[in-house]
């Protein structure tokens, strides 16, 4: 298999977006990779992109042939790749194997929703389809309610508190005020989190990630031809995927998410690291307990210590493991089948020292995590400077 390697990306800002619709966030988010890796259109030789619901949110499927046609780029190999809001970590995944497998040189690699054209009950419904629909979201269980039974669950099992989960959306919002790109860039408190109404108890509104609207995009490479574009790429040195039960009433445990720790393994065994050896990750905290259990999944802390981690600030910007500097889903937004994409931008941009206020001093391994539903898939992708 052949090194791949990130050569370029682009972002829109995440939030909602009345002046752009799908086929203008794709474009802006595209051209921007494009410009950044400093390649010609015509060096583009497939698309892989990622959405979750735009049959659902816009009536609008056949994305493979929106993306290409958009973009100016037919008769290009243009595919569309959905597995919920891990959609943008599979079409990366599918991405690399392209590359990997030496059927391509160069790629781009995209992922995009637009959530904000409905109201929150049609999009929570839509949502709602990533869970199992006939036992869970016919019976009224949409995503805040099944990650508020795992919270609950993990509350009894292992004492953690409400607070210790605010502190997850404390520090997001806190990296979000330096993130141009973020939906929300305002700091919260604790006061503010355990404030705010609950949606399904105990998660509360500050517990959430917000509908957004936004897309993303990373130009790929094969290792070997990367630095006649780029003075510095960032290669993926590990793709690792896997899966679980569809309804959280299948599985043997709430407070763990099998298919990250799977995946994880198969990442950790291919990068040839451990845990301990990652210095930034963006992890998929849809609500704030996914981001407690994230970390405990990924074995940066021992089960049931990720909430005392987040707490005692272990988990900040250059504390013990820097988790999601961008502002992760919570600020940053969560335009879900952009989300896995949006994560891989913001490692190439900490890797190149791009980031700003919310650079990570010591950035030279970056994991980043991306869960479908409510765990039944999840990616994990491992990151170096070429
Ligand atoms: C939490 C949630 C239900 C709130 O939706 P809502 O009640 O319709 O909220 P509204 O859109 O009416 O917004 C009300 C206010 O709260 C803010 N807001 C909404 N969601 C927010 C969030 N998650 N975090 C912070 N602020 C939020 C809005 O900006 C708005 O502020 P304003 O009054 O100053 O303009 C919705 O954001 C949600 O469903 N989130 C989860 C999405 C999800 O399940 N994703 C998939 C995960 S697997």
Redo the contacts with the bound molecule.
């Keep these: 298999m052949k090194g791949v390697s990130i050569i370029g990306v682009g972002l829109t800002k995440f939030g909602e977006h009345w002046n752009a619709g799908f086929r203008e966030l794709i474009s802006e988010a595209a051209g921007k990779a494009i410009t950044d890796a400093h390649v010609d259109g015509q060096d583009v030789q497939a698309i892989f992109g990622g959405c979750m619901a735009s049959g659902r949110l816009l009536g609008q499927e056949h994305i493979g042939a929106l993306i290409a046609d958009q973009l100016g780029m037919n008769p290009v190999a243009s595919t569309r790749l959905e597995a ?2 891990a959609s943008g970590g599979v079409a990366l995944r599918a991405g690399i194997m392209a590359v990997a497998s030496g059927a391509y040189d160069v790629v781009a690699v995209g992922g995009a929703e637009k959530m904000t054209e409905v109201s ?1 009950e049609e ?2 419904t839509a ?1 709602g389809g ?1 869970g199992d629909q006939e036992w869970e979201l016919f019976n009224g269980a ?3 309610a099944l ?1 508020a039974l795992m919270a609950r669950r993990h509350m009894q099992e292992y004492g953690t508190s409400e607070e210790q989960m605010a502190a997850c959306a404390v520090k997001n919002h806190a990296n979000a005020v330096n993130n141009e790109f973020a939906r ?1 860039r305002k700091a919260v408190t604790i006061a503010d989190v355990m404030k705010s109404g609950y ?1 399904a108890s105990p998660l509360k ?2 517990d ?4 957004t609207d936004g897309a993303a995009t990373v130009i790929l490479c094969s290792s070997e031809k990367a630095k006649k574009y780029c003075d510095t790429p960032v290669e993926i040195i590990a793709s690792g995927q896997a899966s679980d039960t569809l309804a959280l009433a299948q599985r043997t445990t709430l407070t763990e998410m099998k298919a990250t720790k799977e995946a994880a393994r198969q990442a950790y065994t291919q990068a040839k690291i451990q845990a301990k050896d990652v210095d930034f990750a963006e992890v998929h905290d ?2 704030t307990i996914a981001e407690v259990m994230a970390t405990e999944d990924l074995g940066f802390f021992e089960k049931g210590k990720g909430g005392p981690a987040a707490a005692a600030g272990e988990t900040a910007l250059n504390a013990k493991v820097s988790i999601n500097a961008s502002g992760g889903l ?1 600020a940053k937004g ?1 335009p ?1 089948g952009a989300t896995g994409i949006a994560q891989a931008v913001e490692a190439t941009l900490q890797l190149q020292q791009r980031a700003g206020k919310r650079q990570v001093s010591n950035a030279e391994i970056g994991l980043t995590h991306n ?1 479908g ?2 765990g039944a898939t999840c990616v994990v992708h491992v990151y170096k400077r070429l």
């Design positions: 919920a809001c929150t999009a929570s949502l990533a949409t995503f805040p990650y929300y949606i509104l500050l959430c990630s917000p509908i849809c609500f919570k969560h879900v869960v539903g409510s």
